[in-house]
Protein backbone atom coordinates (compact mmCIF):
# COMPACT_ATOMS: atom_id res chain seq x y z
CA UNK A 1 0.00 0.00 0.00
CA UNK A 2 0.80 3.70 -0.31
CA UNK A 3 1.95 5.40 2.60
CA UNK A 4 1.14 8.92 3.54
CA UNK A 5 3.86 11.04 5.68
CA UNK A 6 2.73 14.42 6.94
CA UNK A 7 5.29 17.12 8.38
CA UNK A 8 4.76 18.51 11.04
CA UNK A 9 3.15 16.69 13.23
CA UNK A 10 2.28 19.50 15.09
CA UNK A 11 2.45 22.79 14.39
CA UNK A 12 2.13 26.14 15.89
CA UNK A 13 1.48 29.54 14.26
CA UNK A 14 -0.75 32.78 15.00
CA UNK A 15 -3.41 34.19 13.35
CA UNK A 16 -2.51 36.14 10.42
CA UNK A 17 0.41 33.52 9.99
CA UNK A 18 1.14 31.93 6.30
CA UNK A 19 1.19 27.80 7.24
CA UNK A 20 2.39 25.06 5.23
CA UNK A 21 1.62 21.31 5.46
CA UNK A 22 3.81 18.73 3.62
CA UNK A 23 2.79 15.34 2.75
CA UNK A 24 5.00 13.15 1.03
CA UNK A 25 3.97 9.89 -0.86
CA UNK A 26 5.74 6.42 -0.97
CA UNK A 27 5.61 6.55 -4.49
CA UNK A 28 4.42 8.75 -6.78
CA UNK A 29 0.14 9.39 -7.09
CA UNK A 30 0.03 12.20 -9.83
CA UNK A 31 -2.40 14.16 -8.39
CA UNK A 32 -4.37 12.05 -6.70
CA UNK A 33 -4.34 13.90 -3.18
CA UNK A 34 -7.02 15.56 -1.02
CA UNK A 35 -6.96 17.56 2.07
CA UNK A 36 -9.35 17.17 4.81
CA UNK A 37 -9.56 19.78 8.15
CA UNK A 38 -10.71 18.05 11.33
CA UNK A 39 -12.24 19.82 14.34
CA UNK A 40 -12.59 17.67 17.68
CA UNK A 41 -15.91 15.31 17.52
CA UNK A 42 -16.43 16.51 14.04
CA UNK A 43 -16.46 14.47 10.45
CA UNK A 44 -13.72 15.78 8.28
CA UNK A 45 -14.43 18.26 5.75
CA UNK A 46 -12.87 18.39 3.01
CA UNK A 47 -10.65 21.28 1.73
CA UNK A 48 -9.20 20.16 -1.65
CA UNK A 49 -9.00 17.74 -3.86
CA UNK A 50 -6.65 16.41 -7.04
CA UNK A 51 -3.90 17.88 -5.29
CA UNK A 52 -4.93 21.88 -6.44
CA UNK A 53 -8.69 22.05 -6.72
CA UNK A 54 -10.35 23.93 -4.08
CA UNK A 55 -13.56 22.36 -2.92
CA UNK A 56 -16.69 24.73 -3.20
CA UNK A 57 -17.22 26.88 -0.52
CA UNK A 58 -13.78 27.05 1.38
CA UNK A 59 -12.20 29.89 1.87
CA UNK A 60 -9.24 30.82 -0.96
CA UNK A 61 -7.08 31.28 1.65
CA UNK A 62 -7.10 27.49 1.43
CA UNK A 63 -4.58 26.14 -1.09
CA UNK A 64 -2.57 23.01 -2.77
CA UNK A 65 0.36 22.33 -4.78
CA UNK A 66 2.20 19.54 -5.76
CA UNK A 67 2.53 15.93 -7.55
CA UNK A 68 3.82 12.96 -8.01
CA UNK A 69 5.30 11.81 -4.12
CA UNK A 70 5.39 15.90 -2.51
CA UNK A 71 2.40 18.11 -1.93
CA UNK A 72 1.84 21.13 0.37
CA UNK A 73 -0.97 22.64 1.99
CA UNK A 74 -0.94 26.39 2.15
CA UNK A 75 -2.94 28.77 4.33
CA UNK A 76 -1.92 32.17 3.71
CA UNK A 77 -3.46 33.93 6.96
CA UNK A 78 -4.40 31.97 9.72
CA UNK A 79 -7.78 32.89 10.71
CA UNK A 80 -9.17 31.48 14.43
CA UNK A 81 -11.28 28.79 12.96
CA UNK A 82 -8.56 27.31 11.27
CA UNK A 83 -7.01 25.99 14.02
CA UNK A 84 -7.52 22.57 13.51
CA UNK A 85 -6.12 18.90 12.32
CA UNK A 86 -5.24 18.37 8.33
CA UNK A 87 -4.57 15.72 7.11
CA UNK A 88 -3.44 14.58 3.36
CA UNK A 89 -5.37 11.36 1.97
CA UNK A 90 -4.42 9.02 -1.26
CA UNK A 91 -7.14 8.65 -3.38
CA UNK A 92 -7.64 6.46 -6.86
CA UNK A 93 -9.19 3.40 -8.62
CA UNK A 94 -6.39 1.43 -8.84
CA UNK A 95 -4.67 0.84 -5.07
CA UNK A 96 -6.09 1.42 -1.26
CA UNK A 97 -6.91 5.08 -0.35
CA UNK A 98 -4.61 5.81 2.51
CA UNK A 99 -4.44 9.23 5.11
CA UNK A 100 -1.18 10.95 6.11
CA UNK A 101 -0.80 10.68 10.18
CA UNK A 102 -2.29 14.49 10.59
CA UNK A 103 -0.78 17.72 11.32
CA UNK A 104 -2.25 19.68 14.26
CA UNK A 105 -2.24 22.97 14.10
CA UNK A 106 -2.67 25.12 17.43
CA UNK A 107 -2.44 28.48 18.62
CA UNK A 108 0.96 29.98 19.38
CA UNK B 1 -28.90 18.15 0.13
CA UNK B 2 -26.75 15.41 0.39
CA UNK B 3 -27.21 13.53 3.95
CA UNK B 4 -25.69 10.63 5.67
CA UNK B 5 -27.07 9.86 8.68
CA UNK B 6 -25.48 7.12 10.87
CA UNK B 7 -26.73 4.35 13.66
CA UNK B 8 -26.42 5.37 16.97
CA UNK B 9 -23.15 4.26 19.39
CA UNK B 10 -22.78 0.68 20.67
CA UNK B 11 -21.35 -1.40 23.18
CA UNK B 12 -19.83 -4.81 22.50
CA UNK B 13 -17.87 -6.93 24.50
CA UNK B 14 -14.56 -8.28 23.15
CA UNK B 15 -15.29 -10.97 20.18
CA UNK B 16 -18.64 -10.20 19.02
CA UNK B 17 -19.61 -8.19 16.02
CA UNK B 18 -21.30 -5.02 15.19
CA UNK B 19 -23.38 -3.45 12.49
CA UNK B 20 -23.48 -0.08 11.57
CA UNK B 21 -25.54 1.58 8.84
CA UNK B 22 -25.00 5.02 7.10
CA UNK B 23 -28.33 5.85 5.32
CA UNK B 24 -28.64 8.79 2.38
CA UNK B 25 -30.62 10.96 1.00
CA UNK B 26 -30.48 13.79 -1.56
CA UNK B 27 -28.67 11.76 -4.48
CA UNK B 28 -29.48 8.75 -6.44
CA UNK B 29 -27.69 5.87 -4.01
CA UNK B 30 -26.37 3.76 -6.89
CA UNK B 31 -24.48 6.82 -9.19
CA UNK B 32 -21.74 7.09 -6.19
CA UNK B 33 -19.68 4.90 -3.78
CA UNK B 34 -19.75 4.61 -0.27
CA UNK B 35 -16.36 4.62 1.97
CA UNK B 36 -16.07 4.00 5.69
CA UNK B 37 -13.30 5.75 7.88
CA UNK B 38 -12.75 5.10 11.69
CA UNK B 39 -10.75 6.84 13.83
CA UNK B 40 -9.63 5.69 17.04
CA UNK B 41 -9.46 7.85 20.53
CA UNK B 42 -7.32 11.14 20.10
CA UNK B 43 -5.85 9.04 17.18
CA UNK B 44 -5.74 9.91 12.52
CA UNK B 45 -8.46 8.74 10.11
CA UNK B 46 -7.95 5.16 9.03
CA UNK B 47 -9.79 4.29 5.43
CA UNK B 48 -11.28 0.64 6.07
CA UNK B 49 -12.79 -0.03 2.82
CA UNK B 50 -15.80 0.90 0.35
CA UNK B 51 -18.53 -0.24 -1.71
CA UNK B 52 -19.96 0.34 -5.08
CA UNK B 53 -24.13 0.24 -4.32
CA UNK B 54 -25.05 -0.37 -7.95
CA UNK B 55 -23.08 -3.51 -8.11
CA UNK B 56 -21.73 -4.61 -4.51
CA UNK B 57 -18.43 -4.65 -5.45
CA UNK B 58 -15.98 -4.18 -2.45
CA UNK B 59 -12.87 -3.21 -1.79
CA UNK B 60 -11.40 -3.66 2.10
CA UNK B 61 -8.16 -2.32 3.17
CA UNK B 62 -5.83 -5.25 4.16
CA UNK B 63 -5.50 -4.29 7.72
CA UNK B 64 -9.44 -5.51 7.70
CA UNK B 65 -9.89 -8.16 5.19
CA UNK B 66 -11.66 -11.49 6.63
CA UNK B 67 -13.28 -8.92 9.67
CA UNK B 68 -15.10 -6.54 7.65
CA UNK B 69 -18.02 -6.99 5.59
CA UNK B 70 -20.06 -3.83 3.51
CA UNK B 71 -22.96 -4.25 2.03
CA UNK B 72 -26.02 -1.65 0.79
CA UNK B 73 -29.61 -2.19 0.81
CA UNK B 74 -30.41 -0.09 -2.71
CA UNK B 75 -34.20 -0.42 -1.72
CA UNK B 76 -33.59 1.92 1.04
CA UNK B 77 -30.45 3.91 0.19
CA UNK B 78 -28.49 2.25 3.04
CA UNK B 79 -25.27 1.33 3.50
CA UNK B 80 -23.88 -0.93 6.18
CA UNK B 81 -20.60 -1.92 7.40
CA UNK B 82 -20.02 -4.91 9.86
CA UNK B 83 -17.23 -6.05 11.91
CA UNK B 84 -16.52 -9.10 13.32
CA UNK B 85 -14.28 -10.78 16.34
CA UNK B 86 -13.92 -7.23 17.62
CA UNK B 87 -11.13 -6.66 20.28
CA UNK B 88 -10.71 -3.28 22.54
CA UNK B 89 -8.24 -2.07 19.69
CA UNK B 90 -11.72 -1.57 17.61
CA UNK B 91 -12.87 1.39 19.84
CA UNK B 92 -13.18 4.17 17.53
CA UNK B 93 -15.40 6.42 15.61
CA UNK B 94 -16.79 4.88 12.71
CA UNK B 95 -17.69 7.35 9.67
CA UNK B 96 -19.47 6.52 5.78
CA UNK B 97 -18.37 9.05 3.30
CA UNK B 98 -19.61 9.33 -0.28
CA UNK B 99 -17.10 9.27 -2.83
CA UNK B 100 -17.52 11.93 -5.44
CA UNK B 101 -15.40 11.20 -8.55
CA UNK B 102 -13.01 13.15 -8.97
CA UNK B 103 -13.21 15.05 -5.61
CA UNK B 104 -12.42 12.10 -3.24
CA UNK B 105 -15.20 11.91 -0.02
CA UNK B 106 -16.89 15.20 0.38
CA UNK B 107 -19.99 14.23 2.12
CA UNK B 108 -19.81 12.54 5.08
CA UNK B 109 -21.65 11.28 7.90
CA UNK B 110 -21.20 12.58 11.68
CA UNK B 111 -19.79 9.33 12.99
CA UNK B 112 -20.80 6.55 15.13
CA UNK B 113 -18.82 5.44 18.24
CA UNK B 114 -18.16 1.95 18.79
CA UNK B 115 -16.96 0.60 21.94
CA UNK B 116 -15.31 -2.59 22.79
CA UNK B 117 -15.54 -3.66 26.61
CA UNK B 118 -15.56 -6.36 28.79
Known amino acids: DIQMTQSPSTLSASVGDRVNITCRASQSISKWLAWYQQKPGKAPKLLIY???NLEIGVPSSFSGSGSGTEFTLTISSLQPGDFATYYC??????????FGQGTRVEIK | QVQLVQSGAEVKKPGASVRVSCKTSGYTFTDFYLHWVRQAPGQGLEWMGRINPNSGDTKYAQTFQGRVTMTSDTSISTAYMELSSLRHDDTAVYFCARERPPVATNSWGQGTLVTVSS
Open chain 1, 89 to 98: QHYNNYSPWT
Open chain 1, 50 to 52: KAS
